[in-house]
């Protein structure tokens, strides 16, 4: 699991706090509109099959 600086760091140096707005954006998101949520649900799916195949 990645802290939240080193994931702005791989989105082009963004800050700890902007990480945590857009997951807290995301994940409101994903609760009110079911496209999101799949959208979001089969991205993650299709991350987790790729690194497992490395």
């Known amino acids: 699991s990645m802290s939240l600086n080193d994931i702005g760091l791989v989105f082009g140096g963004k800050d700890h ?10 994940n409101d998101e994903m609760q009110e ?17 790729r690194s497992n195949d490395k």
């Open 17 to 26: 706090t902007t990480v945590m707005h857009a997951y807290t954006r995301i």
């Open 33 to 49: 509109k079911q496209e999101i949520y799949n959208y979001v649900t089969e991205l993650t799916l299709q991350l987790k099959q």
